[in-house]
């Protein structure tokens, strides 16, 4: 039973629009982030958040941007979706350190 | 810097086989986390196992069990007696002592498909 949802499950979508992907989590975890990853390879992380108001781009680069007004609520936003933005996204929670990540089940983008 | 390897890119056995999934890590820290996630076809990852540094007994969860060797740098997985439902992507991860998942590397992940 998944307490960290994503939507949409599958996206695709033409070059030059903007885009939302949307994560929530029911755990009142403080910490969320997010990854991206290409078929195959590893997670890397682009964002992250140590609770409201506070987030920081993780160690690949990334055109995205996020936000984080409310607690339970970590969308990530494209203001303009390029072929190269082609991905999976997955959105994780945890509480506090030396904790594990809870995921979710992940967006895939793609962009044509 | 640190770095996590994942030689075996694709396993296949036959259920009810048993199964090792290598990890290999690099790290300059004496004080480190080390995990194992499984990702099934549905897209999450799912939380195996985390263990630290100083803890080198090995696992047993059911018919999961861990191997952490800290002279070889290595923290393996093992499935017995595999069963179609294992077929996933499962990757090692290695954090700081932060233990934070800020600084949680990930290696490329073994995908690994049980055959009935």
């Known amino acids: 039973e998944a307490d960290i949802y994503q939507t949409p499950r599958y996206l695709v979508i033409g070059t030059g629009k903007k885009i939302t992907l949307e994560c929530s989590q029911t755990?009142?975890?403080?910490?969320m982030y997010w990854y991206q990853q290409d078929p195959g390879m590893e997670l890397h992380l682009i964002h992250y958040s140590y609770g409201v108001n506070s987030t920081e781009k993780g160690d690949l680069s990334s055109e995205s941007t996020v936000s984080r007004i409310r607690t339970e609520h970590f969308p990530l936003t494209l203001e303009s979706a390029r072929p190269s933005h082609t991905s999976q996204y997955l959105c994780a929670s945890s509480t506090d350190l030396f904790k594990s990540l809870h995921f979710g089940n992940g967006t895939r983008l793609t962009v044509t | 810097a640190q770095k996590v390897t994942q030689a075996q890119t694709e396993i296949s056995v036959v259920e009810k086989e048993d199964v090792t999934l290598d990890c290999v890590y690099e790290?300059?820290?004496?004080?480190?986390?080390l995990f194992w996630y499984k990702q099934p076809p549905s897209g999450e990852l799912v939380f195996l196992i985390r263990?630290?540094?100083?803890?080198?007994q090995n696992e047993i969860s059911g018919r999961y069990s861990w191997n952490f060797q800290k002279s070889t740098s290595s923290f393996n997985f093992t499935i017995t007696a595999s069963q179609v439902v294992d077929s996933a992507v499962y990757f090692c991860?290695?954090?700081?002592?932060?233990?934070?998942?800020?600084?949680?590397?990930f290696g490329s992940g073994t995908q690994l498909t049980v055959l009935p």
């Open positions: 790290t300059r820290d004496t004080t480190y986390y």
């Open positions: 263990r630290n540094s100083f803890d080198e």
């Open positions: 755990m009142g975890h403080d910490k």
């Open positions: 991860a290695l954090s700081d002592p932060s233990g934070s998942a800020r600084q949680l590397t």
